[in-house]
């Protein structure tokens, strides 16, 4: 009998010390994490990609910006085209007022060209020579000047033939002593509408002017 409490003694403790083990082993497999998913997976390794992404971005802003000064490679683009804009403006700016300045250059010498002929030739008044025919000069690339396809002594020759009023008469204006008319011996004062008329056509109104000065002067004198 005694031997058979002893048994259950034992077989008791043993039950209650595998009780003890099973319990503890419980309890450390419930504080293990549940296994990641393949979601859980994709979300991260999207998340480090993004983040790696981003960082290579803003690496490539800061150096691009620190080599170029903009801030982006469309922002640099349209800095460049307004670059090339504004030069192109500027050069055609510069083109405009380098043929300006040639043409300006051009006329000049057209007007000293026939302004000088035209005092040679004893015009009246050489600026209204010119007037005349400014719009027959010409000046080419070489600077050479032609009126009318001619040369310019050439054409004021003809011109003065065909107008001689634009021309100072020859200085003889009549007989006597004092100032004539159109070699009729008559103070320019005294002289009738028609023969004024031909006078002037003859030598200029600045020519006869100076003779009625001249005719006032003697007056004065007498």
Known sequence: MPDDKDD????????????????????????TPAALTQADLDKAVEAATAKARAE????FKKTFKDATGSESP??????????QGKFQEAAEASEAKAAKSDARVKELLGKTTVTTLAASLNAVDPADVYALVQGKVEVDESEKVTLGGQEPKAFLEALFKDKAYLV????????????????TGKPPSKLSLAEKTALIKEIGYPEYKKLLDAEAAQGKEA
Not at 8 to 31: I, L, M, Y
Not at 74 to 83: I, N, P, R, V
Request: proline share 2%; aromatic share 2%.
């Open 74 to 83: 469309e922002a640099y683009k349209d800095a460049q085209l307004k670059a």
């Open 8 to 31: 259950k003694s034992t077989d008791q403790a043993a039950s209650d010390k595998s009780g003890e083990g099973q319990g503890q082993g419980g309890g450390a497999g419930a504080d």
């Open 56 to 59: 290579a971005q803003a690496e």
């Open 168 to 183: 100072k008469s020859s200085g003889k204006t009549g007989s006597g002593s004092g100032p004539g008319g159109g070699g």
